[in-house]
């Protein structure tokens, strides 16, 4: 049986994603196709590993930031993954208008990403992580992004291939932090 893994170190409460309501509605436009099949090939190798924000109006819990991530644990489970019920953190707000203001907090940057930065060019893997993460601002222009593979679990050659650190697409081989 495939089945997200679910990281939950602080023992923090839980709940099933199917009982973790949306409320930010249209403040962000629908997640992309491709950026979701990034955040999906995330979850099937990394698992859930960040607790989601959750504002408690009464009995309902209401999503503050993991949005996205519950759009992409619904079409996994669809596909046929299990989904065990998920860490989440309780963010304190006397109001729906208090918890809207705290969402748009957590959305804030207050600093822009460069993309000129060396951060990522000094890295090894740097082609492999623009290619699994949705950083819009970030291109580096001399790396070739090559097409995004999907990874499941019974695809046993893209994994096998995938845990020798090779795209099973396009040949791509990088290295792992444990390998550096």
């Known amino acids: 049986m ?3 893994k679910v990281h939950n170190p602080g023992n923090l409460p839980v709940r099933p994603y ?3 309501h949306d409320f930010q509605d249209d403040f962000k436009h629908e997640i992309e196709p491709e950026a979701l099949k990034k955040l999906k090939n995330s979850l099937v190798r990394h698992g859930v590993f960040v607790p989601k924000f959750v504002w ?6 209401c999503i503050i930031d993991g949005h996205q991530t519950r759009k992409a644990l619904e079409s996994l489970e669809a596909e046929g993954y299990t989904i065990p019920p998920i860490p989440y953190v309780e963010i304190q707000a006397e109001s729906r208008a208090d918890a809207a203001e705290k969402l748009l907090q957590i959305n804030s940057r207050y600093a822009k990403i460069n993309p000129e930065s060396d951060f990522l060019r000094d890295l090894e893997n740097a082609k492999e992580l623009l290619v699994r993460i949705e950083i819009p601002e970030i291109r580096l ?3 070739e992004i090559p097409e995004i593979p999907t990874i499941t679990e019974d695809d046993s050659e893209s994994k096998s291939m995938c845990e ?3 795209c099973p697409k396009c040949g791509f081989k990088w290295k792992t932090n444990e390998q550096i």
């Open 2 to 4: 495939k089945q997200i």
């Open 141 to 143: 222009e001399s790396i």
């Open 56 to 61: 408690l109006d009464g009995e309902k819990a």
């Open 164 to 166: 020798q650190n090779e």
């Open 18 to 20: 199917q009982e973790l």
